[in-house]
């Protein structure tokens, strides 16, 4: 037997894992209940538990460790023994006298803190201790958890840009504990009844428009909601062309199927205000919202010259612009952006050889959520339901060539990553009939949405 397993039997006998009918924190009805707090009391099997997760960890990356209370608080604490990384605890409510503190112990911003999880179900209560532990300028990449309860838990953590590992999946024990005749046939029959449920539920399901409409704030993301029920269209056209004449004839033609125009202004050659006027002219009457995919990267106060000013006045006309967040959180803060226009942040581009890393992508789409102007991110990963999720680089074909590296299909957009919108340019354009084409990709990305609520 695995020394994981082994160990899993020992910590099994304390009966940390109990089988009836139990009310979980989340109000979830489970079969099963899993406690780890027996532990706390075991000093041996407290050091063979620090001891499986340094295999699994290298620990001389953390400048701390940090529980999540109050049950990881002992085996953080062993941990910390074990590695030398000194230990913080996270209090779970303020005690509302004295210093006041949530993280006791000594630390300063910027240090690199680990996180340990006993069970983890839904991820809620790791990600209030990850919000708070930010808040004090702490940076949490790496997360562990003892037990997966495969319930989405890790799929939640991982889809907000850290990494989680776990030491035991909860199917695999069941397993285990069933093949050594630990578990009654009734029981796993049950148990694994609830599971597959349950895992089938947090996979499948996605929010629907109307859904994801409660959860904005901004009228734009409301309004692109809207003409996208009304018209049944996720499409955004990306028109990636050099002379306006070109554009306006293309987007007079497939108006009716987008809910979006996505423009570079600055690869046209014969820009001009009367473009603008003709374009916004356009978009009120076919009912779609205009994309400056500007990508703002600069330090606040130049992207707020290059919001405004110029021959583009960018603000004078589009609904939505795009930002990078490398500059960090200020510079997309006084931009003195008017009330009916909006920013897309850009977490992750679609090229295959982006740069963003996970810690990068986790920061962009933790600033988003909580800047009122956001309202949503391009990404290749699900991210957060409060954020629109924008995906370019969509392509029907396949990338088998290797030629297409960059582009996924458009159901795949839709069901790998929930995404809300797709962006299509060369795809549309570059076809013979652009109005065709449109009208497959927009059918294509409307089912998709439709057949994964
Ligand atoms: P394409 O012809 O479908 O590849 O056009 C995609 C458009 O989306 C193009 O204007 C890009 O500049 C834009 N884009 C992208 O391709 N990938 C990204 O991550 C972002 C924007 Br953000």
Same mark, same amino acid.
């Given at each position: 037997m695995e020394k994981k397993e082994h160990f899993f039997l020992k910590i099994y006998d304390l009966g940390i894992i109990k089988f009836g009918n139990f009310t979980l924190k989340s109000g979830i009805k489970s079969p099963i209940y899993i406690d780890f707090r027996p532990i706390a009391s075991r000093p041996d099997l407290l050091i063979k538990l620090s001891d499986l997760l340094i295999n699994e960890t290298n620990f001389s990356d953390f400048e701390l460790i940090c529980g999540v209370p109050y049950a990881a608080l002992p085996i953080a604490t062993a941990l910390s023994l074990r590695t030398n990384v000194p230990l913080i605890i996270k209090r779970k $409510?303020?005690?509302?006298?004295?210093? $006041?503190?949530m993280i006791e112990g000594i630390y300063k911003k910027g240090q690199n803190c680990f996180l340990i999880e006993d069970v983890i179900t839904s991820g809620d209560s790791l990600l209030k201790t990850i919000i708070d532990l930010e808040k004090e300028g702490l940076i949490i990449k790496d997360i562990m958890s003892i037990l997966d309860r495969e319930q989405g838990g890790i799929e939640n953590i991982k889809k907000r840009g850290y990494n989680i590992k776990t030491l035991f999946r909860i199917g695999d024990i069941l397993n285990m504990l069933n093949k050594i005749n630990l578990l009654k046939k009734k029981e796993l029959h049950m148990i694994q009844l609830f599971f597959k449920k349950k895992i089938k539920n947090v996979q499948e399901k996605r929010l629907s428009y109307e859904e994801k409409r409660k959860k904005l704030n901004h009228p734009i993301g409301k309004k692109l909601i809207d003409i996208s029920l009304e018209k049944k269209t996720n499409l955004i056209f990306s028109a990636d062309i050099m002379y306006s004449n070109k554009i306006l004839e293309l987007v007079n033609s497939i108006g009716d199927i987008i809910c979006g125009l996505k423009i570079h202004a600055d690869i046209i050659n014969d820009f001009s205000s009367s473009f603008i006027t003709s374009l916004k002219k356009i978009s009120l009457e076919k009912k779609f919202l205009l994309f400056e995919d500007r990508k703002l990267s600069d330090v606040g106060y130049t992207n707020y010259l290059q919001l405004h000013y110029g021959i583009h006045k960018i603000s004078s006309w589009a609904d939505i612009i795009t930002v990078h967040l490398l500059s960090g959180k200020n510079s997309i803060q006084k931009l003195n952006i008017p009330c009916n226009m909006a920013l897309i942040t850009i977490s992750e581009m679609s090229s295959h050889d982006r740069l963003s890393d996970d810690n990068y992508i986790r920061n962009v789409l933790n600033i988003s959520i909580k800047n009122p102007k956001v309202i949503g991110t391009v990404a290749q990963r699900k991210v957060d339901d409060r954020l629109l999720l924008f995906s370019p680089g969509i392509h029907f074909s396949n990338n088998k060539n290797n030629k297409k590296k960059d582009y996924i299909h458009p159901r795949k957009a839709f069901e790998k990553n929930k995404t809300d919108f797709i962006i299509v340019g060369k795809a549309i354009y570059q076809s013979k009939n652009p109005v065709l084409e449109a009208e497959k990709y927009r059918k294509e990305a409307w089912n998709a949405y439709e057949t994964k609520l």
């Open positions: $409510e303020n005690k509302g006298y004295g210093t $006041e503190r």
